[in-house]
């Protein structure tokens, strides 16, 4: 399994929340929140993933601090 979503980042923005498309290469189930983790400057948590197949959005919200955001999914998801 590999993700097209690998280490994407938003731009920066004041906003309370963003949405990541992540593609993956091939169909994959069981993907939820723990599947991911957060990267970047801020303070952030997943509030939602939603999806089927090889397309998901997965909805994050910030909480604190200003920077970069990114999401990517863990090591040891796959």
Known sequence: ?????????????????????????????????DTFEIT?????TIESVTGVGRAYTVTVARSAGEGALGLRVKQDAA
């Open 1 to 33: 399994m590999s993700s097209d979503g690998w280490g994407a980042s938003s731009p920066q923005s004041n906003a309370a929340s963003f949405a990541f498309d992540v593609a993956f290469s091939d169909d994959v189930v069981g993907v939820s929140i």
């Open 40 to 44: 970047g400057d801020v303070t952030a």
